[in-house]
C-alpha cells in the first residue's frame, strides 16, 4: 500500500522552529515530486513549498521564504520541511503530497498530486 506520513507538528512560540516529516512507504519517491501544502481554519488549501524528484529543484511560496526550507532525501524516501521563525499566521494543518508529474519549479506547487498524507497540526502560539 502506498502511503505518506506526516510527523514532527506540534504547539510553537512565535519566532520558534519545526522539523516536518513526509515519509514514504511503499514506494520511493526517487521519480516523484514532493510538496508541502497547509491548509488554516476557514481559508483555502495553499502550496507552501515544493521540490522536484532529484531535489535539485525547489519552489516557495512568497509568505515562507527565507524562513522554510525543503529537503528530500530519497535514500531514507523522506522529505523534510524546516521551518523556522515561525508566526501565528502559519498555524495550519500541514500535509505533504506526491505527483509523477513533471513541470517547472515554478509550478511545482500547482499541479494535480495524485498521493496525500493524512496531515499534521502545526499551531504557533505564545
Known amino acids: 500500500q502506498l502511503q505518506l506520513v506526516e510527523s514532527g507538528g506540534g504547539l510553537v512560540q512565535p519566532g520558534g522552529s519545526l522539523r516536518l516529516s513526509c515519509a514514504a512507504s511503499?514506494?520511493?519517491?526517487?521519480?516523484?515530486?514532493i510538496g508541502w501544502f497547509r491548509q488554516a481554519p476557514g481559508k483555502e488549501r495553499e502550496g507552501v513549498s515544493c521540490i522536484n524528484s532529484s531535489g535539485a529543484r525547489t519552489v516557495y511560496a512568497d509568505s515562507v521564504k527565507g524562513r522554510f526550507t525543503i529537503s528530500k532525501d530519497n535514500a531514507k524516501a523522506t522529505v523534510y520541511l524546516q521551518m523556522d521563525s515561525l508566526k501565528p499566521e502559519d498555524t495550519a494543518v500541514y500535509y505533504c503530497a506526491a505527483t509523477e508529474l513533471v513541470t517547472s519549479p515554478d509550478f511545482m506547487c500547482m499541479i494535480e498530486y495524485e498521493l496525500w498524507g493524512q496531515g499534521t497540526q502545526v499551531t504557533v502560539s505564545s
Open positions: 511503499g514506494f520511493s519517491l526517487d521519480y516523484y515530486t
